[in-house]
């Protein structure tokens, strides 16, 4: 092609652009009219495009549809009918009733430890009972012994609901269960010494066993447990004043205004399985060993010398008649159980002896309703009634609770138809032993009392 032709054809090219837009003139008619609707030339208008900014951004965020609309409060908001239902409703379901029974319990799993607060309802006229973990505490180290108590420490006239619990450690926590998200004790009775409170010729000491690669040992305080604490005993006599039975051979007496111990016992030749006081006289303390051996003792003298009995093997658990204070029963590693009594003195020879299981016996606990009902729990993972009240024991039911080996049980002091227990399945489970037909038949009437006077007891409150 020759440059003429060249020329001629670039020509041609640009009058056909030219001639294009005219070409659309219809298509662009078609855009005018919904371009028009958002009047653009009026964008920076004052009034008009003042209110149809306000237009767009409520399409934009919601108010100009009933179903997305943004309010600051729920009160504000006329689509929410019932404001704050449920969130009243979850705070319902936390609070403690007065009719609920409160269950205490350790639990160690995957190597993680708790205080498990738990909460039983009792069955009504149309609701089933029902059982649950209210809230749990976490613990800095295995737990192996419990006990309830409403003395706060540092002589707090106030009462509560607080916790001693004895672990692997020398030192007994004590843990307000008031406070659900509680991260560390509110005391604790011995245990180490803080770093802070060494003297410089301790810490020195401790640098030179630690240069040596030798095993560190922390400093204890003064009239601490020197090794793990196996049992504890609340005195409801004295509330200010807490037992304690170690690993390491000795029974404390702890004074809980001063956070101090008050008194150190040293008769068990072996570790304190077991501590208990007595309910009448509030001084008594009872407590058995690995000795093989139970111990009576005067805390207010406590160098003079105990009366002692001996066992047939290990001792598990001790508890004291209430409806004879002067008898206790003790339960041995091989499953027997025996009753003594002190008044008979030291060494004499027990009331009755019976094989109660086959495994230790680890729980012993009597019904305040009923004298000489006495319920025996074990590794065996039965729970058992026993009519004490001769010197020839009767077995009246056994029940096999669903929790595994039972490590603790206990008759409910407000409602004693009512046994908890726990086990080795780490969970609780509550006995209503009137639905048991062969106790009712032995101790209706009486149950049936216990039973009454609570309702009646619960229904002047709830008027109150």
Known sequence: MDEAAQIAQARAMAAAVKAKPAANKDADADLADPLAELHMEDYDTDEEGEEMKTE?????????????????????????????GEDDSEADDFEVHASDFV?????????????????????????????????????????LCLAWMDCRPAGDAQSGNLAAVGTMSPGIEIWDLDDVGAVEPVATLGGELPEDALTKEEKKKQKKKQQKKKKK??????????????????????RNVLASGSADTTVKVWDLATEQCSATLDHHQDKVQAVAWNPAQASV?????????????DARTPNSEPL???????????????????????????????????????????????????????????????????????????????DVSTQQ????????????????????????????????????????????????????????????AVASDDSTAAEQ
């Open 56 to 84: 767009t951004a409520s399409r934009l965020f919601g108010s100009g549809n009933p179903g997305l609309s943004y309010y600051q409060s729920n009160q504000q908001d006329p689509n929410i009918s019932k404001h704050g």
């Open 103 to 143: 269950i205490l319990a350790a639990r160690n799993e995957d190597e993680v430890s708790h205080i498990e607060v738990w909460i039983y309802e009792e069955a009504g006229t149309s609701e089933d009972s029902n059982i649950y973990v209210h809230h749990d505490i976490m613990l800095p180290a295995f737990p």
């Open 217 to 238: 040992k922390k400093a204890l305080k003064p009239d601490s447990h020197a090794d793990a604490v196996l049992a504890l005993s609340w005195n409801r006599d004295y």
């Open 285 to 297: 303390l009872l407590s058995g060993g690995f000795d093989k051996a139970v111990c009576l003792a």
């Open 308 to 386: 002692k009995w001996a066992l047939s093997a290990d001792s598990e658990a001790l508890t004291w008649a209430p409806h004879e204070p002067t008898t206790f029963v003790a339960s041995s590693e091989d499953g027997l159980v025996a009753c003594y009594d002190a008044r008979k003195g030291a060494g004499s020879a027990p009331l009755y002896r019976l094989s109660a299981h086959d495994r230790p016996a680890c729980a012993l606990t009597f019904c305040t309703a009923v004298p000489g009902l006495l319920a025996t729990a074990s590794t065996d993972k039965q729970v058992k009634l026993w």
């Open 393 to 452: 024991p009767a077995l009246i039911a056994t029940q096999d609770l669903q929790v595994g080996a039972v490590f603790g049980a206990a008759f409910c002091p407000e409602a004693p138809w009512l046994l908890a227990a726990g086990g080795a399945m780490g969970t609780v489970a509550v006995w209503d032993i009137t639905t048991n037909s062969a106790v009712m038949s032995k101790y209706g009437r009486k149950l049936s009392r216990a039973v009454a």
